[in-house]
Nanobody, 126 residues
Framework: QVQLAESGGGSVESGGSLRLSCEVSGNTYRDYCMAWFRQAPGKEREGVARLCSDGSTSMPDSVKGRVLISQDDKSNILYLQIGSLKPEDTAMYYC????????????????????WGQGTQVTVSS
């Protein structure tokens, strides 16, 4: 079993930045991918960024240049730094983990991930 716990969400003004954290515990995989997703009310869960154990990263064009995903190996924490926040970034943000061989590398897809955290809310006001 793997446990993930997100933190760092909150309310910010447009143009601001946030750093989200995801603490990972339990029996993780030797080769894995971790990712951040977000889901706004009434919308499908969408991938924001992915980081795999080989150091490769991926993110959709919609967030490139505003998002940085990183990991502190010593503390098993995954981070998501988001800058230039916009009201449309308002959503519940989730982190997830999956074995690396489940990832297609063509995008960041929620159906490829099998362990999830409870989420942290990000609200951006205009």
């Amino acid at each position: 079993q793997v446990q993930l716990a997100e933190s760092g969400g909150g309310s910010v003004e447009s143009g601001g930045s946030l750093r989200l954290s995801c603490e990972v515990s339990g029996n993780t995989y030797r080769d894995y991918c971790m990712a951040w997703f977000r889901q706004a009310p009434g919308k499908e869960r969408e991938g924001v960024a992915r980081l795999c154990s080989d150091g490769s990263t991926s993110m959709p064009d919609s967030v490139k240049g505003r998002v940085l995903i990183s990991q502190d190996d010593k503390s098993n924490i995954l981070y998501l730094q988001i800058g230039s926040l916009k009201p449309e970034d308002t959503a519940m943000y989730y982190c997830a983990i999956t074995p690396k061989n489940r990832v297609s590398y063509s995008g960041v897809y929620y159906w490829e991930y099998n362990y999830w955290g409870q989420g942290t809310q990000v609200t951006v006001s205009s």
